[in-house]
């Protein structure tokens, strides 16, 4: 079975730049979680969906950050323009919310801004 | 406010003896704990998942404990190998599915 798929698995930018992190759930989890993870803060949930709603932003640090999920197999996170400090890992992950089922994550995108 | 704590020093063991890591948490009534392992360069994977409820779950080699009064967790590995390590995230859930981790224990198992 095909885990969760994240791309690009690396990015490397300028600061300014608009970056776009892709995300695919597990066919058939209706749940959709983006995490950052860095040495300082672990893991932050920075905003889910549910049914390809946004349920909770409240993680999101700014206004620079935005996600979207058009559809149940595609999800996005835009930073917009961005910043050396947004450098981290970002990972997604999938769920079946119905069956509370754990979390299923992606190996993450690696992202730096110079 | 809300606040998870783990071991925030390497853990580091010799093979065959039994790993015990910490979890410790203030501010916040979870419904379930949840125990990941991630590997560098790798997302989480889940292992465990335990309910307020209930104060003990075990699965292989694994065994996690749940303490709502103490307000902390401990997770076991026996019987340890080398192919153990890696770091180990405690997760609070409440009901609506949102998690919260801790920063992470990293376990090292010496042959």
């Known amino acids: 079975d095909a885990g969760v798929i994240q791309s690009p698995r690396h990015e490397v930018t300028e600061m300014g730049q608009e970056v776009t992190l892709r995300c695919k759930p597990i066919?058939?989890?209706?749940?959709l979680f983006w995490y950052r993870q860095t040495m300082m803060r672990g893991l932050e949930l920075l905003i889910y969906?549910?049914?390809?709603?946004?349920?909770?932003d409240s993680g999101m640090p700014e206004d620079r950050f935005s996600a979207k999920m058009p559809n149940a197999s595609f999800s996005t996170l835009k930073i917009q323009p961005s910043e050396p400090r947004d450098s981290a890992v970002y990972f997604c992950?999938?769920?079946?919310?119905?069956?509370?089922?754990?979390?299923?994550f992606g190996d993450g995108t690696r992202l730096s801004i110079l | 406010s809300q606040k998870i704590e783990q071991n925030s020093e390497a853990l580091n063991i010799q093979e065959g003896k039994t790993a015990t890591l910490t979890c410790n948490y203030t501010?916040?009534?979870?419904?379930?704990l949840q125990w990941y392992r991630q590997d560098p360069g790798r997302g989480p994977v889940f292992l465990l998942l335990?309910?307020?409820?209930?104060k003990e779950k075990r699965k292989e080699r694994l065994k996690v404990t749940f303490d709502t009064t103490l307000k902390q967790s401990l997770f076991h590995i026996t019987a340890s190998q080398p192919a153990d390590s890696a770091t180990y995230l405690c997760?609070?859930?409440?009901?609506?599915?949102?998690?919260?981790f801790g920063q992470g224990t990293e376990l090292s198992v010496k042959p």
């Open positions: 997760a609070l859930q409440n009901q609506g599915g949102k998690l919260i």
């Open positions: 969906f549910n049914n390809n709603v946004p349920i909770d």
């Open positions: 501010n916040y009534s979870p419904a379930y």
């Open positions: 992950a999938s769920q079946d919310s119905y069956s509370n089922q754990p979390q299923h």
């Open positions: 335990i309910r307020e409820n209930e």
């Open positions: 066919s058939g989890h209706n749940s």
